[in-house]
Each structure stands twice: as structure tokens, then as C-alpha cells.
């Protein structure tokens, strides 16, 4: 095993609350079983999103429709949603996460407002826009759907880590700072990405910036922090309330809870990336090729070659099956059995 990667799981298996004991972690390669799209015609793939039968994936350059909707059983495209302009049906900069049933949440970074997108309506040849009252969420860092109604977003400024909007739109607040220190501004200590896993009630919180991760369960009305996960080196320095990150550090690119597993998606260092040549105009060669595979306690149990670049994950979260965009010569979605 290389040292790097050594180093990188010795560091976040540095608990806060800890259990110690060796394990030994099993390596092996994966080859999908089987492929949902062979080609995506766009610059870059945005999001994968998983819609109970449907697959959709976000084209952030498209200047037409920026989400196409993928059957899984057909293995086929059956349609696109999403305009990108100015109007009052469409987005400037869309990002768009998992709703409840067949849709599809859409927020703007640069306005706002927040819209459904259903699938059904689509289907039926119907306006598949939804506007949505405004939702105190300009300035989250990320968003996930947890129910009808209820969203919880990283917010940059709150004492406590996550925004908890009910379906009576009223907003609380919980969790841990990764920062413990008072800083004058949480912004960039608090971008990271978020999971929540409707089946075991878990949420899942990943920063991008350096090496910290938590895990939530939700326990009647309230989310009870079950353990964190920090580095044992300083990434940073913290003078007059303000953060300096000294130093990059490798973090997860994605990360999602399946039924039996945390998956970080990431790159091994000094490993040869598959890719015969880049997709497009982009350079593609730093996306990993690998996924680790912890169990609910975090112990490293798998690192899975996946014998291809991968760009994003998804799960449903009752299964141990995991969707990807890959990289075979074209952007391509494809599925793995873990």
C-alpha cells in the first residue's frame, strides 16, 4: 500500500472518540456490472441523482436543457428539463439535488430561487416546472432533502454547523463546527459535501478543505452526532480569528452511505490513471480511479480499483449498488455491485 495513502487513513482515523484495533483491508479491482449509458454527449458531467427508477445527470454547459433523464430498466434517455436564462421559469447557475418521488429540487447560486422538477410530469408531456416559496438558503454551502418539505444545509455563519428547514418552514440549528476555534468567518472552514441516507436515517458531512468527517442519526425530532473523524495534522493556522489553510490536503471528491457502507470517492496516489485519452477540451487525468469502503464505524474495510476514472457516485441507500459517471473514452454511467 502506498505511504501516502497510509498516512491519509491514519489521519482520519484519528477520533475523536476512537476505537482502535487492526482490521485487515481487503484490495480488489471492480468491473461494472453494467452499463446504463455508454455515451454522454456534454463538456462535463454535473450531478448524478438517483430518482427511485430514473437517473439524472446535471450538463452545467448546456444552454438549452441541463438535465436529462435517464431510464435505469430502458437503459435509455427519455427526456431533458431546464432552462438556463433569466426568466421567471429559468435558472442562472442551477445546482439540483434528490427530492422526494420523482423529482428533482433545483436552487440558483446567484438568485433566489428553488424549483421542483418533476419527472412524472415530464413523462406526460407536462410543464415539469415547479416554483417553490423561497427558502432560506442563499447562502448555504450544501443541500440535502431529507422529506417533504425539509432540507438541511450547511450554513457558513450559524454557531452550529447545519440548517434545519421544517415543513412548517421554520429553521433550527444543530451539529458540531469542524472548526472548534471562533473564527470571523466560517465560509470557506465549512464548504464540504453532504449525504443523507432516507433508509437508515443517516447523514453524512465531508469537508472539502481538510480532512474532517462526521456522521449524524437522526433519533425522533433531533440529529445525534454518532463520531467524527479528524486529521491529526494541521492543515491549517488560525491568527486574529481568521483561517490559513498551509497545506492541501487530500479529501474525498464524493462521498454517499449505502446500505452496508461509507464510500469516499478519491485518488491514490501515484497510480496510473486509466484514462486512454481526455473527454473533451478538459483535462481529466487527476480524477480517481479508486472508492474506500468503510463500515458505519469507519473502519476502512476495501480500497476498489474501479477500472476506470470516476467522476461522480450515487446510491439509493438500501442496497449495496452504486451508480457512477465514468470515463471510457466518453463520459459514461455505469453500475457496481459492492
Given at each position: 500500500?502506498?505511504?501516502k495513502i497510509?498516512?491519509?487513513s491514519?489521519?482520519?482515523?484519528?477520533l475523536?472518540?476512537?476505537?482502535?484495533?487492526s482490521?485487515?483491508?481487503?484490495?480488489?479491482t471492480l468491473?461494472?456490472?453494467?452499463?446504463?449509458?455508454?455515451?454522454?454527449f456534454?463538456?462535463?458531467?454535473?450531478?448524478?441523482?438517483l430518482?427511485n427508477?430514473?437517473l439524472v445527470w446535471e450538463?452545467?454547459?448546456?444552454?438549452?436543457?441541463?438535465?436529462?433523464?435517464?431510464?435505469?430498466?430502458?437503459?435509455?434517455?427519455?427526456?431533458t428539463?431546464?432552462?438556463i436564462g433569466?426568466?421567471p421559469?429559468?435558472?442562472i447557475?442551477?445546482?439540483?439535488i434528490?427530492?422526494?418521488?420523482?423529482?428533482?429540487?433545483t436552487?440558483?447560486?446567484?438568485?433566489?430561487?428553488?424549483?421542483?422538477?418533476?419527472?412524472?410530469s415530464?413523462?406526460?408531456?407536462?410543464?415539469?416546472?415547479?416554483l417553490?416559496?423561497?427558502?432560506p438558503?442563499e447562502?448555504?454551502?450544501?443541500?440535502?432533502q431529507?422529506?417533504e418539505?425539509e432540507?438541511?444545509s450547511?450554513h457558513?455563519?450559524?454557531?452550529q454547523l447545519?440548517?434545519?428547514?421544517?415543513q412548517?418552514?421554520?429553521?433550527?440549528f444543530f451539529?458540531k463546527?469542524?472548526?472548534?476555534?471562533k473564527l470571523k468567518?466560517?465560509y470557506?472552514?465549512?464548504?464540504g459535501?453532504l449525504?443523507?441516507?432516507?433508509?437508515?436515517?443517516?447523514?453524512?458531512?465531508s469537508a472539502?478543505?481538510?480532512?474532517?468527517?462526521?456522521?449524524y442519526?437522526?433519533?425522533?425530532?433531533?440529529?445525534?452526532?454518532?463520531?467524527e473523524?479528524?486529521?491529526?495534522?494541521?492543515?491549517?493556522e488560525?491568527?486574529?480569528?481568521?483561517?490559513?489553510f498551509?497545506?492541501?490536503?487530500?479529501?474525498?471528491?464524493?462521498?454517499?452511505?449505502?446500505?452496508?457502507?461509507?464510500i469516499?470517492?478519491?485518488?491514490e496516489?501515484?497510480?496510473?490513471t486509466?484514462?486512454?485519452?481526455?473527454?473533451?477540451?478538459?483535462?481529466?487525468s487527476q480524477v480517481?480511479n479508486?472508492?474506500?469502503?468503510?463500515d458505519?464505524?469507519?473502519n476502512l474495510?476495501k480500497?476498489?480499483?474501479?477500472?476506470?476514472p470516476?467522476?461522480?457516485i450515487?446510491?439509493?441507500?438500501?442496497?449495496?449498488?452504486?451508480?457512477?459517471?465514468?470515463?471510457?473514452l466518453?463520459?459514461?454511467?455505469?453500475t457496481y455491485?459492492?
Open positions: 500500500m502506498k505511504t497510509l498516512l491519509y491514519l489521519c482520519l482515523l484519528t475523536i472518540t476512537c476505537k482502535s484495533g482490521t485487515e483491508i481487503e484490495r480488489l468491473s461494472p456490472s453494467s452499463t446504463i449509458q455508454d455515451s454522454l456534454t463538456q462535463l458531467p454535473g450531478s448524478l441523482i430518482c427508477n430514473y450538463d452545467p454547459f448546456n444552454p438549452n436543457y441541463f438535465l436529462h433523464v435517464v431510464d435505469i430498466n430502458a437503459k435509455k434517455e427519455i427526456g428539463m431546464g432552462l433569466r426568466g421559469k429559468e435558472f447557475t442551477p445546482l439540483s434528490s427530492s422526494i418521488g420523482n423529482k428533482i429540487f436552487y440558483d447560486l446567484n438568485q433566489n430561487k428553488q424549483a421542483y422538477y418533476s419527472i412524472d415530464m413523462l406526460a408531456n407536462k410543464d415539469p416546472f415547479i417553490l416559496p423561497p427558502l438558503i447562502d448555504c454551502l450544501d443541500i440535502v431529507i422529506a418539505g432540507f438541511i450547511t457558513p455563519q450559524n454557531e447545519f440548517q434545519w428547514i421544517h412548517d418552514s421554520t429553521v433550527s451539529g463546527s469542524p472548526i472548534k476555534e468567518d466560517y470557506n472552514s465549512r464548504q459535501t449525504f443523507y441516507n432516507p433508509y437508515n436515517q443517516k447523514l453524512i458531512y472539502r478543505l481538510f480532512p474532517y468527517i462526521a456522521l442519526e437522526k433519533e425522533g425530532n433531533n440529529f445525534q452526532l454518532k463520531w473523524k479528524v486529521s491529526s495534522k494541521n492543515f491549517y488560525i491568527k486574529n480569528g481568521n483561517i490559513h498551509i497545506e492541501e490536503a487530500q479529501v474525498p471528491h464524493e462521498i454517499i452511505l449505502t446500505k452496508d457502507y461509507i469516499t470517492l478519491e485518488k496516489e501515484n497510480t496510473p486509466p484514462t486512454k485519452r481526455t473527454a473533451g477540451i478538459r483535462d481529466l480517481p479508486t472508492i474506500f469502503v468503510y458505519y464505524d469507519f474495510k480500497i476498489i480499483d474501479m477500472g476506470m470516476i467522476l461522480r450515487e446510491t439509493k441507500g438500501n442496497s449495496n449498488t452504486i451508480y457512477a459517471v465514468g470515463i471510457d466518453d463520459f459514461c454511467i455505469v455491485e459492492i
